[in-house]
């Protein structure tokens, strides 16, 4: 079965400061990695996508890695703020598998606190 | 503004009751989504709709139900016989299987 899995479950900075999230998934074939931003009772709105070839993509002050062969995705935030308070979800798409084959980790709580 | 409206918010179902959470979006996208969204748990996929008159059970089907009679629509109707309806139930949209979701804003749906 399918697995994304993220760590940590939620996480409490000081403003200002850097945080890495973590997704370890066992989706195969791959097809990409996407990283969504869900603030507290609203849809998840997407960061990033990462495909197979890609190592390292930016989004502003967030930067998403993938190690395919690992099977590991980081979600990097810089000079955190407030408003960066949110859920992040890791989803991974399954190649081929069409419109089913989607699976979400439970996603990362981030705290940012003044 | 161009985006996915979801409402109503908030949402009581009585027992016995069958409810429908709205779902419409102006993005001329052909596929729709419905998740459901519970503590400690990833999304989960309800039904999707690649193409308007046709729709695709996803995981947790049972006890639901959706229509897609417009390209704009696709409502989503939680059924008497959904036992645990209680969860944020998420509307999306995407142009196609492998382009990102455009989610809406959800539904919090509760039992009375």
């Known amino acids: 079965k399918n697995q994304v899995e993220q760590s940590p479950q939620s996480l409490i900075i000081l403003e200002g400061k850097n945080c890495t999230l973590q997704?370890?998934?066992?989706?195969?074939?791959?097809?990409?990695l996407r990283w969504y931003k869900q603030d507290t009772g609203r849809g998840p709105v997407s960061l990033t996508i990462m495909t197979f070839s890609e190592n390292t993509k930016s989004n502003g002050r967030y930067t998403a890695t993938l190690d395919a062969d690992t099977k590991q995705s980081s979600l990097h935030i810089t000079a955190s703020q407030l408003s960066d308070s949110a859920s992040y979800i890791c989803v991974v798409s399954e190649a081929w598998g069409g419109y089913q084959k989607v699976t979400f980790g439970i996603g990362t709580k981030l705290q940012v606190i003044p | 503004d161009g985006g996915i409206t979801q409402s109503p918010k908030y949402l009581f179902r009585k027992e016995g009751q069958n409810v429908t959470l709205s779902c419409e979006q102006n993005?001329?996208?052909?596929?729709m989504y419905w998740y459901r969204q519970d503590p400690g748990q990833g999304l989960r996929l309800i039904y999707y709709?690649?193409?308007?008159?046709?729709?695709q059970k996803g995981d947790i089907a049972e006890g639901y139900s959706v229509s897609r009679e417009k390209k704009e629509s696709f409502p989503l109707t939680v059924t008497s016989a959904q036992k645990n309806p209680t969860a944020f139930y998420l509307c999306?949209?995407?142009?196609?299987?492998?382009?990102?979701?455009?989610f809406g804003s959800g539904t919090q749906l509760s039992v009375l």
């Open positions: 997704c370890n998934y066992t989706v195969s074939p791959f097809s990409n």
């Open positions: 993005l001329n996208h052909d596929a």
């Open positions: 709709s690649q193409i308007v008159n046709d729709f």
């Open positions: 999306a949209s995407s142009t196609d299987s492998n382009e990102k979701l455009f």
